[in-house]
């Protein structure tokens, strides 16, 4: 059967992160399996409209939320009207037949309001939000009831991780789920032109991190623990990604005298970042909690050795001392070892980096696209399929 499905992200392109990644790869692989679909997400105040991404439409939505202030209430007021007509036009102009939030924010409040008032059926999918991010949820009383609304009236609620369902469950009343895990595109490092540069090469061999430079992603303590790393191991240490806590981390270096041993690279375009994950000898994925890991995942189709937090969604996916080394990011002594046991055992790393890649080719986002198909179909009610038309 082929449906109409808007995906309700978020945040989307332009913008970088795992859940623009998720939402583009799976809106361009349900688009190839027949379906017909659109991204709506939020607008950041840009006002970028539409866009057409991998072939998709998107749209840019305003999402504004009430406020307890005065100022803010006053401006809630004055623009409700017009995100809600935004919002209804979108719907009018597409006619979907599943309205998918992809990671609750704003966004999941106005695909609630849109099933109040249209009665099309509502799945939500985490994104581990509720965990990464949960003092919005804390602070936010309508985000948080919004969500469990959601969750009692969802057709459908998905996670990324078993965590992920546990934390839906124990804290926001969702009654069952399933896991959709993330994907990775096996033949995008084939695709990126030839002579593609990364981080500076080095003589040493190279630990990686990558990611946004927040507190949970727990680069301070990937850090830390390199300091603990003998200088008789010759090895340097390289994080992609910017961020809030850029200072912190440029304070750690200087406070551990690693300048000579530690690249604070920033933002890497694709091709770069492929190519540093293709030059690396071992990646780190240090945080304090991960809903997923998709970084995991794009280490082992470039072959490498990874040691990956033990706080969530690396615990389902990774089997320790078989694909990589799963280690508690707090236990800095703990970190340290593992990343000197691999920089010291070639034979390791090209044993733990051969499992991975091996592993990987279960992880494709054609299967994630797939795992949505076939849940929407056997979950849904038949009244929100609709025939294919010819052409």
């Known amino acids: 059967m082929v449906r109409r499905i808007a995906l309700i992200s978020s945040s989307f392109h332009p913008y970088p992160g795992g859940v623009e990644e998720h939402v583009r790869n799976v809106a361009r692989e349900l688009?190839?399996?027949?379906?017909?679909?659109?991204v709506w997400t939020v607008d950041r105040g840009e006002?970028?409209?539409r866009a057409v991404v991998d072939g998709v439409e998107v749209r840019y939505l305003p999402a504004p939320l009430p406020a307890a202030r005065?100022?803010?209430?006053?401006?809630f007021l004055r623009d409700l009207p017009v995100a809600w007509s935004a919002w209804m036009r979108a719907f009018r102009d597409f006619r979907p037949d599943v309205l998918n939030v992809q990671c609750f924010g704003p966004n999941g409040v106005y695909a609630l309001l849109l099933h109040h008032r249209t009665r099309v059926p509502l799945v939500v999918s985490s994104h581990g939000e509720t965990l990464a991010d949960a003092h919005l949820f804390d602070d936010s009383l309508i985000l948080s009831r919004a969500?469990?609304?959601?969750?009692r009236r969802a057709a459908l609620v998905t996670g990324c991780s078993n965590?992920?369902?546990?934390?839906?469950?124990?804290?926001?009343?969702?009654?069952d789920g399933q896991v959709i895990p993330n994907g990775v595109d096996l033949d995008e490092?084939?695709?990126?032109?030839?002579?593609?540069?990364?981080?500076p090469p080095a003589s040493v061999p190279t630990v990686l991190a990558v990611g946004r430079i927040v507190p949970v992603k727990g680069f301070d303590l990937l850090i830390e623990a390199f300091a603990q790393v003998p200088t008789t191991v010759p090895a340097r240490l390289v994080v992609v990604g910017d961020g809030p806590e850029v200072r912190v981390l440029e304070e750690l270096v200087v406070t551990h005298g690693l300048a000579d041993r530690v690249l604070l690279a920033g933002h890497l375009d694709r091709p770069a970042l492929l190519a540093s994950m293709d030059s690396a000898d071992v990646v780190v994925v240090p945080s304090r909690f991960e809903a997923f890991g998709l970084v995991i995942l794009e280490a082992w189709r470039a072959g490498r050795a990874v040691i990956a937090t033990n706080r969530g969604g690396p615990v389902d996916l990774m089997t320790d001392g078989v694909d990589g080394?799963?280690?508690?990011?707090e236990d800095v002594e703990g970190l340290a070892g593992a990343m000197t046991e691999l920089l010291l055992d070639p034979a390791l790393r090209h044993r733990l980096g051969e499992s991975g890649r091996a592993r990987v080719r279960d992880f494709t986002w054609r299967r994630t696209a797939l795992a949505y198909a076939d849940d929407f179909e056997s979950t849904l009610p038949s009244s929100s399929f609709r025939p294919a038309q010819s052409g």
């Open 47 to 49: 006002h970028l409209g």
């Open 70 to 75: 005065p100022g803010p209430a006053l401006r």
């Open 31 to 38: 688009l190839a399996l027949g379906h017909q679909v659109v």
């Open 325 to 329: 080394l799963l280690v508690d990011p």
């Open 147 to 151: 969500l469990s609304a959601s969750l």
């Open 189 to 199: 490092a084939g695709r990126v032109a030839m002579g593609r540069e990364g981080v």
């Open 163 to 175: 965590v992920v369902l546990e934390d839906l469950r124990s804290r926001f009343g969702a009654r």
